[in-house]
């Protein structure tokens, strides 16, 4: 019987790399529009694939408006697949929430152009995260298609792919990559040979028959392919040759007798996952988590739940996504690209970022103006009530639940207590051009009333100053009044005082306020002080505690114990000749542990936040030396860490800064752990997967046990929460693989920075061949780039979601005037028993999406609300009424009705 062999044609499209996104639209342009002529003109070149992303198909329209119908028809035909995805993202480096949108929006536009290919197509993506196969399934996918990351112990090319909550797909698996076919020459004789080689090859590996993709990066259709494939089968009886679709060739695929993989996919055992992208270019990763919380977390709940909906913000939201999705592109948010692509992605997240933040403080005003109170209002993001830590500003005595910060500027540069000033007519005409039109001086000062007085000897003028705002203030009149008399009177002496009382800016804690809720800014007293000392004098260690936790600052090392364990906060740096892709060590390292000279001093004191600013300097190499491979050189750095301690919280809140002024070279904090540790905890897509301390790789690339982390990673009794330092290893490792002496980890390395010079480079330790173009980058070296490292530690058990939530995403408060309706403490929406990743107005209600990352079912609560479970295209499943049981490691999308 013959063998079959499915002739996938295809192309792989990197929408920027090697070169930035308007000089690859050139390319597709041309592509794209020879494709369409080919499919018109070529019965025989039956389908093509579209790289199962919808991006390429905007870029192009965009360009060619007018071609829509046509490619509308022929995808509607079937013979160009579109979809499901709208890029080909990374999954480990975006959140899980982005993973969904992507799939959400990739799957509506192709329903435009004709409906989506209804296979999960994951060709190039730098491995797989662990619920991709309920994601797939929540959008009714059943079948998936990989390369990289699939183990040692998958040997077949089909295997059941299961997600941590049970959910399965089947996964074709593409052993040699999505390029086994390109190049497919225009004589038969030669192409069966070359089809014959391919197959002894894979033979121990093919499931059934041969799936042979004929395409890769950049590649536009080769239009002999109809006759070619035709010519072979005239010539021969043992291969069928057929140009099919990816949905074609599955539907009759195998599924009996498969293995099965549960969890992520990772493995380095057959192809590179070039695990280094996680810590290249780190404001890219920073960027990404800043733009994504700003819309997530902060502009969609809480337009949703407090924005007017007369404002519309839904396409701004849309817009703000759509360029979340586009820098989730692998080649883009990895930065395993030249300069003018991360300068593109750095500035697409700005404009999401700036959306979003716009979006919310709308919301927050709109939320601000319905109180029925004056005074200042906390609100809080996220479903689970909180604390949090408010600066007010206070007039008066100040109660004892507060912390004294300081006293506010002076208004107009003119210092409180100095009475009245005589100044000349053109200094007060200055002075008045600073008015603004409104009434707000800065965050702290308000302009509550102007007076003018006027008589023979001058002009009186009294500017009354407050802490909170007014609305009755006519700013701009009196500034058109006083600028008039001024006018009049140019020599006249003015009189100018200013009216401020006596006030303060405190430090408060306030709750609890509810999840999806607000409260009233009233300062309570915290049951856990802090304070900050120096037992042994000037000269000694640094002490801050609470009583739940307490930190000894080392003025000899820089570093810091908690609890008694000492360590934390060591900076180590050692030499990088890698690329955008992996790290690879120079032949001579120079390893630089420990500072020349720390200063230590003290900032806060308590009772409510103290903190302590470690300013180290640092002699490190300069660069790697290219003929000897040599770390060499040497540069003078200063790096400044702040260490804070809050009341009533366990944590240890630490932030990191410096210039970078060296290349070629990676910089890791060493955080100890409380015990030995064999495995990790990390999050990842709506989960939190556990990970041993080595990683599998082969000889062309080591297998290097660095792996990603959304937002935290826990270890022996260690919690790390960062702000996007993505890449982690557990190191110290002592022991062996034996049951008498198991290899533990003592430590956790947090990376800081990457610093290369290079897209791709030849001849590395640890990845001796290439991944793509040996391009020289610069902008990857990060010279001269302000580094801003921001995590928090603690010890001991707790909720790592909701320490995740109360280090990086802070209650804001905004001041409201009163005269609404809404009382002065309440909740908008009440979800317990999951975590909640979604919130998003849509017609008739609410969007809310929650997700459950324990082993054992929750009874997830709504609050008295009623709606229905709906898939990822909205279809209804379930009807729900106040609660329902969700099951270990599911997802769920609910439709709620308007309360």
């Not at 702290?444 to 007014?470: F, K, S, Y």
């Not at 709606?867 to 009807?879: A, F, H, K, T, Y």
């Amino acid at each position: 019987m013959a063998r079959r062999v499915a002739v996938v044609p295809h192309t792989h499209w990197d929408r920027e790399w090697y070169a930035p996104f308007e000089t690859f639209r050139l390319r597709l342009v041309d592509t794209l529009d020879g494709l369409l002529t080919l499919l018109e003109d070529d019965p025989s070149y039956r389908h093509f694939l579209l790289d199962g992303q919808l991006a390429m198909v905007d870029d192009y329209l965009q360009v060619r408006p007018e071609e829509e119908p046509r490619l509308r028809r022929l995808a509607s035909a079937q013979r160009l697949t579109v979809g499901p995805w709208y890029v080909l993202m990374d999954e480990f480096l975006v959140s899980g929430e982005t993973i969904l949108r992507n799939l959400q929006a990739g799957t509506a536009r192709a329903a435009e152009l004709g409906g989506a290919m209804a296979v999960g197509y994951l060709p190039d993506m730098f491995g797989h995260v662990a619920q991709m196969p309920q994601i797939l399934a929540l959008a009714g996918i059943e079948h998936a298609v990989v390369w990289r990351g699939v183990p040692s112990a998958v040997g077949r090319t089909a295997f059941w792919w299961e997600a941590p909550d049970g959910s399965t797909v089947r996964a074709e698996y593409l052993p040699t990559g999505y390029g086994n076919g390109a190049g497919i020459p225009d004589d038969a004789t030669t192409l069966l040979r070359r089809l014959r080689e391919h197959v002894a090859a894979v033979e121990p590996f093919l499931a059934d028959g041969l799936l042979y993709m004929n395409g890769t990066d950049h590649q536009a259709p080769q239009p002999w392919l109809g006759r070619v494939v035709a010519e072979a089968n005239a010539l021969q009886d043992d291969l069928h040759l057929e140009i099919t679709s990816l949905p074609a060739y599955l539907a009759g695929a195998p599924t009996d007798g498969l293995p099965r993989w549960r969890g992520e996919l990772r493995s380095g055992f057959r192809a590179n996952v070039l695990m280094g992208v996680a810590s290249t270019r780190v404001d890219v990763k920073q960027a990404a988590a800043a733009a994504e919380r700003a819309l997530e977390r902060r502009a969609e709940p809480l337009a949703a739940l407090f924005g007017n909906p007369d404002r519309r913000p839904e396409r701004l939201l849309e817009l703000a996504w759509r360029q979340v999705l586009r820098n989730a592109a692998h080649d883009s948010i990895c930065a395993c690209s030249v300069d003018e692509v991360a300068d593109a992605v750095l500035g697409r997240y700005a404009d999401a970022t700036a959306i979003a933040e716009g979006v919310a403080d709308r919301a927050l005003a709109d939320l601000a103006a319905s109180m029925a109170e004056a005074g200042t209002v906390v609100v809080n993001p996220s479903a689970r009530p909180r604390h949090e830590l408010v600066e007010l500003v206070m007039t008066g005595d100040v109660p004892d639940e507060v912390q004294v910060l300081e006293e506010p500027a002076a208004a107009f540069g003119i210092p409180r207590g100095l009475g009245t000033l005589t100044l000349d007519a053109g200094t007060v005409r200055s002075i008045v051009g600073l008015l603004p039109d409104g009434s707000r001086i800065d965050d702290q000062t308000w302009i509550h009333e102007v007076r003018v007085a006027e008589d023979d000897t001058g002009l009186d003028i009294t500017i009354a100053l407050g802490p909170e705002e007014r609305s009755d203030v006519d700013v701009r009149g009196v500034r058109t009044d006083l600028l008039t008399r001024l006018q009049a009177r140019p020599d006249a002496p003015v009189r100018v005082r200013l009216d401020q009382p006596p006030s303060r800016r405190v430090l408060a804690r306030v709750g609890p306020v509810p999840g999806f809720g607000w409260r009233h800014a009233t300062p309570v007293r915290a049951e856990h002080p802090v304070r900050a000392h120096r037992p042994g004098g000037h000269d000694g260690p640094l002490v801050m505690g609470n009583g739940l936790v307490e930190v000894v600052v080392d003025p000899a090392t820089g570093t810091f114990a908690v609890d008694g364990l000492p360590g934390f906060g060591r900076l180590v740096d050692v030499g990088d000749l890698g690329d955008s892709y992996n790290y690879s060590p120079p032949d001579t390292d120079v390893v630089v542990d420990s500072p020349d000279r720390v200063v230590v001093t003290e900032g806060d004191a308590g009772p409510l936040r103290a903190t302590a600013t470690v300013v180290a300097s640092y002699t490190w190499p300069d660069h790697v030396d290219g003929p000897s491979r040599a770390r060499v050189g040497s540069t003078a750095v200063e790096i400044t860490t702040t260490v804070e301690v809050r009341a009533d919280d366990p944590a240890v809140r630490v932030e990191t800064t410096f210039v970078n002024a060296c290349r070629d070279h990676r910089l890791r904090v060493h955080l100890p752990l409380p015990r030995p540790a064999e495995r990790s905890e990390a999050e990842c897509a709506f989960a939190v997967v556990e990970r041993g301390l080595q990683a599998e790789g082969r000889a062309e690339e080591l297998g290097l046990p660095t792996f990603p982390s959304r937002r935290f990673v826990r270890a022996g009794g260690l919690t790390v929460v960062h702000d996007g330092l993505c890449e982690y290893e557990l190191v110290d490792v002592r022991g062996d693989a034996g049951d008498a002496h198991p290899a533990r980890a003592h430590e956790l390395a947090l990376t800081v920075l990457r610093a290369t010079g290079m897209l791709s480079r030849l001849g590395m330790a640890y990845r001796p061949m290439p991944a793509g173009p040996l391009t020289p980058v610069p902008g990857l070296q990060m010279l001269g780039t302000t580094v801003r490292a921001r995590y928090a530690v603690r010890l001991g058990a707790g909720d790592p979601y909701a320490l995740a939530d109360e280090v990086l995403l802070p209650m804001p408060a905004v001041h409201t005037l009163g005269g609404g309706d809404r009382p002065p403490v309440g909740q908008a929406l009440d979800v317990t028993g999951a975590e909640v990743s979604s919130v998003r107005r849509v017609p008739g209600g609410l969007l809310v999406r929650v997700f459950n990352p324990g082993a054992a079912a929750s009874r997830v609560g709504l609050g008295g609300r009623s709606g229905w479970l709906v898939d990822l295209r909205g279809r209804p499943l379930e009807r729900v009424e106040d609660a329902f049981d969700l099951r270990p490691f599911g997802i769920a999308t609910l439709h709620l009705a308007t309360a």
